[in-house]
């Protein structure tokens, strides 16, 4: 069969622009929706925002809006629509999604058997966490899922707040506190406990409290209330006493420096602390706060192999370390 020429970029395409696909039926290519633009769709379902998906490929909004319009054009529809959650696919922007995971997968496994490596995990994956939390466990999962895949490329982002109603800009979210999802699936990581402790030289110097009541005698240690989205992590929710003064930092690791050098009593993650002989627990057996711990993500972003790949290194990490979570 002749072959027709196809220009892109000024170069020919020396390829038959009609294949076979079943005995006896030609299928004209020209008339397939670009692989390029379903895969760009994909990235649109899973960060929900152009300007993150353009960040993430290297282009900018104008094109990523310009390649959907064209897909729109090829598909005969529209494959998004907006919501108050960012964008979301209609009916006809599911299925191409499904086509999109399919030559995502097929080139994922193509590109490890040219490589030869076994790897299997590749790309970019974003995450966006509480700073504690994400020092303490996500930092050494990943680092050991990325030495193990070597194409795995991880953006951290430090956020403590609720979850995000769009999910702009990252594949997965871990959150603290309550979960009021929207179009999200929520997964349960583990509990952990806020608890009271002041440093030693603290002690020394002004006592420790006796009852919860004789917080008020202190100068106390936590998140600054005007800026905090997760209720539960600050003073105003624990019902203690107003104390004699305050400290509050944005940064988790701000909060135990400040602790560390004597501003008070602080109301800490007990994972950062526990067993440091620079901490003292302070009415443990009267005052603890259990919170929970969610990964959050889009469906479109979980059956993505290195988001999975991302999640089980999490969750295998506070498996192996839950005796530091309810230490």
Known sequence: MPCAQMHTGGAAYPYPLTTLAEEG?????????????????????RLGRFNAVAETLGTTHTTISRRVLALDKQLGGRTLERSPHGWELTELGSQAVAAAEAIEG?????????????DVVSGLVRISTPDGFGAEFLAPALVRLQRAN????????????????????????VVVGNMDTANAQAIFLSNYFLRLYASPGYAQEH?????????????????????????????????LPVPRSSFQATSVFAQLEAVRRGAGIGLLPNFLVAGSPDFLPVLPDDFQRQLPIWAVARPESLRSAPVRAVLEAIRTEIADRQAVLAG
Request: proline residues 4%; negative net charge.
């Open 106 to 118: 097929t080139l994922g496994a193509l590109s490890s058997s040219i490589a030869r490596s076994g």
């Open 25 to 45: 039926t030609k299928v004209d290519l020209r008339r397939l929706p670009s692989p390029d633009d379903l895969l760009i769709l994909l990235t649109v379902a």
């Open 150 to 173: 070597p194409l795995l490329n991880v953006e951290l982002l430090s956020a403590t707040r609720k979850v995000s109603q769009n999910r702009s800009g990252v594949d997965l979210e």
């Open 207 to 239: 006592g420790l409290p006796a009852t919860l009541d004789d917080v008020r005698q202190h100068g106390f240690v936590s998140y600054v209330e005007s800026a905090l989205q997760v209720a539960e992590l600050g003073h105003r929710s624990t019902q």
